[in-house]
């Protein structure tokens, strides 16, 4: 609660729906979403014994929302507004530093689809059956490991349309680059003449991309004089040449480099990147493009949190629902580094079983003010540092503490 009145998620919610005055309705169904992502509830479905608990009362409801209400509100707010919210959320975690936006890493994430629809199938890994996926695109901040944004598409959607949209979103949240371009680093697959294209002419980001290991490509390699590779230490020497994709409509000629690892020529082993545009060679492979495995960690960290599976592939509801799911992975992200070790290594699930729902307490009001009581709390002490005094607190930040979906009561804690 006090990470939602440092984001100012409240705005962000009434703007998303519409509904400004803040008796409304909308927004306090839309925190129950982002309650229930936190949670790793995607749907009431799975488990109604929330009714039981109070979880109501955080959203400033006196009921639980039913299924169909909730899917009435994600269908009546389009796709268009989802990504607005994002780039409203994105602007305002890029001025609390959550990502310098230097390297960026870009991946689709595709899951496991149970809508009725006939839709593509693609096998999860070689080892198993093709099913349904529902597509998703992830832009994340490699060095921080934090998301700017995300997009979903149809089966049929090409990978390059998406992606473009997806940068499309960045270029609102980050800044103009003073100087410098920011490097996006990306997969095999997104190595396309169109979306090359579409870098180099309607964007400020430069993309790199390894290529496929073809026979061609490495007859290429291979006949290169040693005169053109640069030994920076031992088992690594890089070339640098320019080339043309083919079908480009751009005149600018992109950059490949070619990494050669081994010290003996029977021992050379080939590896090919494409840049849209010539970077230092050594950071840009050695250090950029291995930071690309954050994006991974990010999925294997935070996906419970509603970006693991799909039961629907209406877009209108996919798209609201992972965008509350991204709310919530950003206060969750809040409260990691404000409590420090060891909670800032705890996956999502962990975080919802051990800390949201694993402690045990109740609630009472005093004059303007809701007071909850945890009892048996571990390492109560260190929790008393940030939760104790609570509006005293938030006031020294600048941070008005009456909670506004709460009809405006403030709110503190105890451990007892």
């Not at 073809?214 to 390699?221: E, F, M, W």
């Not at 699930?349 to 945890?374: I, K, M, N, P, W």
């Amino acid at each position: 609660m006090p990470e939602h009145l440092r984001l100012g998620t409240w705005d962000l919610l009434r703007t998303w729906s519409g509904q400004l005055a803040q008796e409304s309705l909308a927004p306090r169904l839309a925190l129950h979403l982002v309650h229930e992502a936190a949670l790793c509830r995607p749907t009431l479905r799975a488990e109604r014994s929330l009714r039981h608990r109070g979880f109501e009362l955080a959203n400033g409801l006196p009921w639980l929302p039913t299924d169909k209400v909730l899917h009435d509100l994600l269908e009546a707010h389009t796709v268009a507004q989802a990504q607005q919210l994002q780039i409203g959320l994105g602007k305002l975690r890029r001025a609390s530093g959550h990502f310098p936006g230097q390297v960026l890493a870009l991946d689709p994430h595709r899951l496991a689809s149970y809508s009725q629809r006939d839709m593509v199938q693609r096998r999860p890994s070689a080892t198993k059956p093709a099913t349904k996926q529902a597509q998703t695109f992830f832009l994340l901040d490699a060095h921080t490991r934090q998301p700017l944004c995300l997009t979903n598409a149809s089966s049929a959607r090409s990978l390059s349309s998406a992606t473009q949209e997806l940068l499309g979103l960045a270029q609102q949240i980050l800044p103009p680059p003073a100087g410098q371009r920011p490097l996006i680093v990306a997969d095999v697959e997104h190595f396309t003449v169109e979306l090359f294209d579409y870098v180099r002419q309607h964007t400020p980001f430069d993309l790199l991309a390894p290529l496929r290991q073809t026979k061609a490509l490495q007859k290429h390699y291979q006949a290169l004089p040693e005169e053109a590779f640069v030994r920076h230490w031992a088992g690594l020497a890089i070339a640098t040449e320019t080339f043309r994709p083919r079908r480009t409509t751009v005149d600018q000629p992109c950059c490949r480099y070619i990494q050669r690892t081994g010290e003996r020529p029977q021992d050379y082993h080939f590896k090919g990147f494409a840049c849209t545009r010539s970077r230092p060679e050594v950071p840009t492979l050695t250090a950029d493009f291995p930071d690309r495995w954050q994006i991974e960690e990010f999925f294997r960290f935070d996906q419970d949190l509603g970006w693991k599976r799909a039961g629907t592939l209406n877009l209108h509801i996919r798209h609201g629902q992972m965008t509350m799911a991204l709310l919530a992975q950003t206060l969750i992200h809040q409260l990691r580094q404000r409590l420090g070790a060891p909670f800032n290594q705890w996956d999502a699930v962990h975080f919802a079983r051990d800390f949201f729902s694993g402690l045990e307490g109740d609630v009472r009001v005093q004059q303007d003010t809701l007071c909850v009581t945890y009892y048996n709390a571990p390492q109560a002490e260190q929790w008393k540092e940030h939760f104790e005094n609570l509006p005293q607190r938030l006031e020294k930040e600048g941070v008005d503490p009456r909670v506004p979906w709460l009809y405006n009561f403030k709110l503190d804690f105890r451990f007892k």
